[in-house]
C-alpha cells in the first residue's frame, strides 16, 4: 500500500502566507526522506487554506526540483475554473519536469466564492465537468496533421491548430476522479483512471477500518474497472493509487495523549473555518444559492469520518483493513489547522512516527500491484 501526505494548513492573514508555505515546503521535504510515495495539493483560493494551493501546479514544479522520489498529486483540481489549453499545457509541462511523476485528480468545485472568482457560475460549474475533461482530452490527443480542436463552452472557447507543447510523457496523463456517482466511477473505469473513494457515505466508519459505503464504492470501482477490458498492467496500476484520504492524521505514543492533542488542533481549525463562514455566506448571495454550513470538525462524526488518530499500533490495526480491501493509497492531511510553530512541530512528530512505526506494522494484501511510474 502506498502513502501520500496531503498539504494541507491554514494561514491566518496575510503575514503568514509566507510561513505557511516555507513550513508545507519542508514537510515535502521531510516526507520524500522518510520515503513517503507522493504530496497530494488542494486548489484552492481566497480563503488562506494551504496557500500556495492558488498555483499547485507551480509549487509543484518548484517541489519537484527539490526531491527525488516523490510523486505530485492534485486533490482536486477544480476543472471548472481552469482555461482547458492552459490546464492541458500546465499538466504537459510538469509531466516532463517530474518524469510523468504526477496524479491529477479532477472535480467540480465545492464553494461559490471560488468558482466567482474566475467568473464560473457556480450553479454552472458541475454541468462544465464533462466538457472540460472531453477537451482536455480531445487537445492531449491533437496531432499537427490533424483538423483543428475547437470548443466553446461555459465561458471558454478556443481552437488548436497545431499541437500542445510541451507533448507530455504518456500520451495522456494520469487523471483521477472521485467515485462517488455511478456516472463518476464509469467515467474513472472507462479511461482506468485511479479513483478517489470517499469515505462520508452512510453508515459512518466506526474508527475499525473501512465502512459499508466505502466497501461498497471500492467494489463498484474495482468491478466496472476490470469490466472494461483494459491490460491488466492498467488495471494493477489505477487500483495502487485508488485512494482513501484522511483530512487530519495524529500519532503520539498513546491514545489518549493523541486523542488530547486532537482536540486541540481541531478546535483551532474550527475557529479558522468560523472566520471564514461570513465570506462564504456573502459568496452564497451573489452566487444565488444557500447552502449547508459546514459540519464542525469537532463533532464526532466529522472526527469519525475524516480523522486517523491514536497510537502507531492503533493507526496501523485501522489501515490494515484497507490494505486487506485492496486500496492502493492512502492520502493523510499531518498539518490540519493553522499553521502555528507548536502545531508544525506536531505534524512533523507525527509524519515520522507514521513512516517509523505504523508503517512496519500494516501487512500487505497476498496480491501486487503494478509498478509505479
Not at 58 to 72: F, P
Request: glycine residues 8%; negative net charge; hydrophobic residues 35%.
Amino acid at each position: 500500500m502506498r502513502y501520500s501526505v496531503f498539504l494541507v494548513g491554514r494561514s491566518t492573514g496575510a503575514s503568514d502566507d509566507g510561513h505557511v508555505m516555507r513550513s508545507l515546503a519542508e514537510h515535502t521535504l521531510h516526507a520524500d526522506r522518510l520515503g513517503y510515495d507522493a504530496v497530494f495539493l488542494p486548489d484552492h483560493h481566497f480563503t488562506g487554506y494551504a496557500p500556495m494551493s492558488s498555483d499547485p501546479f507551480m509549487w509543484a514544479a518548484y517541489m519537484a526540483g527539490r526531491t527525488r522520489n516523490l510523486h505530485y498529486g492534485f486533490s482536486i483540481t477544480n476543472l471548472p475554473s481552469h482555461h482547458p489549453v492552459r490546464f492541458a499545457e500546465r499538466v504537459n509541462l510538469l509531466e516532463q519536469l517530474t518524469g510523468g511523476r504526477i496524479l491529477v485528480g479532477i472535480g467540480s468545485g465545492t464553494t461559490p466564492e471560488e468558482t466567482i472568482g474566475f467568473g464560473v457560475d457556480f450553479q454552472d460549474a458541475a454541468g462544465l465537468m464533462e466538457p472540460q475533461v472531453e477537451t482536455a482530452l480531445k487537445l492531449w490527443a491533437k496531432q499537427p496533421e490533424d483538423a483543428p480542436v475547437s470548443f466553446g463552452h461555459g465561458p471558454y472557447k478556443g481552437t488548436l491548430v497545431q499541437r500542445l507543447v510541451p507533448a507530455g510523457t504518456s500520451g495522456s496523463p494520469r487523471l483521477m476522479s472521485v467515485a462517488l456517482r455511478e456516472s463518476s466511477t464509469a467515467r474513472a473505469a472507462k479511461y482506468a483512471w485511479p479513483a478517489f473513494i470517499p469515505n462520508f457515505v452512510p453508515p459512518l466508519p466506526d474508527g475499525n477500518g473501512p465502512s459499508a459505503g466505502f466497501t461498497r464504492l471500492f467494489e463498484a470501482y474495482r468491478t466496472a474497472l476490470t469490466a472494461h477490458g483494459h491490460p491488466q498492467q492498467a488495471v494493477e496500476e489505477a487500483l495502487s493509487w485508488t485512494t482513501h484520504t484522511y483530512q487530519c492524521v495524529h500519532i503520539a505514543d498513546s491514545d489518549e495523549q493523541a486523542r488530547e492533542e486532537l482536540e486541540t488542533i481541531l478546535a483551532a481549525h474550527q475557529e479558522a473555518m468560523d472566520r471564514e463562514l461570513p465570506f462564504n455566506k456573502t459568496a452564497e448571495a451573489v452566487s444565488g444559492v444557500e447552502l449547508k454550513d459546514p459540519p464542525r470538525v469537532t463533532s464526532e462524526d466529522w472526527i469519525r469520518t475524516w480523522c486517523l488518530y491514536g497510537s502507531p499500533e492503533t493507526v496501523a490495526a485501522e489501515l490494515q483493513g484497507y490494505a486487506d480491501l485492496g486500496v492502493g493509497n492512502i492520502l493523510m492531511g499531518f498539518t490540519t489547522g493553522p499553521l502555528t510553530p507548536e502545531r508544525y512541530a506536531l505534524s512533523e512528530r507525527s509524519l515520522e512516527l507514521f513512516a517509523r512505526e505504523v508503517k512496519p506494522l500494516v501487512k500487505s494484501p497476498s496480491h501486487t500491484t503494478g509498478n509505479a511510474r
